[in-house]
T-cell receptor, first 111, second 113 residues
Framework: DAKTTQPPSMDCAEGRAANLPCNHS???????VYWYRQIHSQGPQYIIH???NNETNEMASLIITEDRKSSTLILPHATLRDTAVYYCIVRGGGSNYKLTFGKGTLLTVNP | DAGITQSPRHKVTETGTPVTLRCHQT?????MYWYRQDPGHGLRLIHYSYGVKDTDKGEVSDGYSVSRSKTEDFLLTLESATSSQTSVYFC????????????FGPGTRLLVL
């Protein structure tokens, strides 16, 4: 699986959009980009994933660049409860069981 | 939220004692996983199961065994607990192995004294 690079921490004001970047310059054609988050002491929570098209669900939007070497997770209206560590994970297709969690980005939403 | 429960949620035990952690799911998903999370290491896969009685090792399987006799239950056993196995253990499930989302349970905090 390709390696990902994320900033260690970010701040965001409550009610504003939070844009979390992720670099994955060695991603290959059949690898998906996944985003999870982990609120303190809880299990990781799936947010969204995509292959090459932008994706949106009730939680967030995922923007993947055309060359697929980077992506951005967008939380459109951050709340205090969105304070968490956000993980960007690149995972291949086929029988690849493991999710490799890096250190992620600690997003702190401030009032 | 996916129907995943873990038991116990917290456990304190002594070195050398056997410990069994249970993961129970109500989603009828085929795949189940055990991860551990430690500071500085992120989540690491211990064992996984791709069906009843079908299991395989992950990247940190030494000192752990697993069993899956029913679709809904995946047990993780520490045959003789050591202090290095103090960790938070997460169970996860997925319907398929390839590009399928994994859903995680609430975790079990294990302290081995």
């Amino acid at each position: 699986d390709a390696k990902t690079t994320q900033p260690p921490s970010m701040d965001c004001a409550e009610g504003r959009a939070a844009n979390l970047p992720c670099n994955h310059s060695t991603i290959s054609g059949n690898e998906y980009v996944y985003w999870y988050r982990q609120i303190h002491s809880q299990g990781p929570q799936y947010i969204i994933h995509g292959l090459k098209n932008n994706e949106t669900n009730e939680m967030a939007s995922l923007i993947i660049t055309e060359d697929r070497k980077s992506s951005t997770l967008i939380l459109p209206h951050a709340t205090l409860r969105d304070t968490a560590v956000y993980y960007c994970i690149v995972r291949g297709g086929g029988s690849n069981y493991k999710l490799t969690f890096g250190k992620g980005t600690l997003l702190t939403v401030n009032p | 939220d996916a129907g995943i429960t873990q038991s116990p949620r917290h456990k304190v035990t002594e070195t050398g004692t056997p410990v069994t952690l249970r993961c129970h799911q109500t989603e009828n998903h085929r795949y189940m996983y055990w991860y551990r999370q430690d500071p500085g290491h992120g989540l690491r896969l211990i064992h996984y199961s791709y069906g009843v009685k079908d299991t395989d090792k992950g990247e940190v399987s030494d000192g752990y065994s697993v069993s899956r006799s029913k679709t809904e239950d995946f047990l993780l056993t520490l045959e003789s607990a050591t202090s290095s196995q103090t960790s938070v253990y997460f169970c996860a499930i997925s319907a398929r192995a390839d590009e399928e989302t994994q859903y995680f349970g609430p975790g079990t905090r294990l302290l081995v004294l």
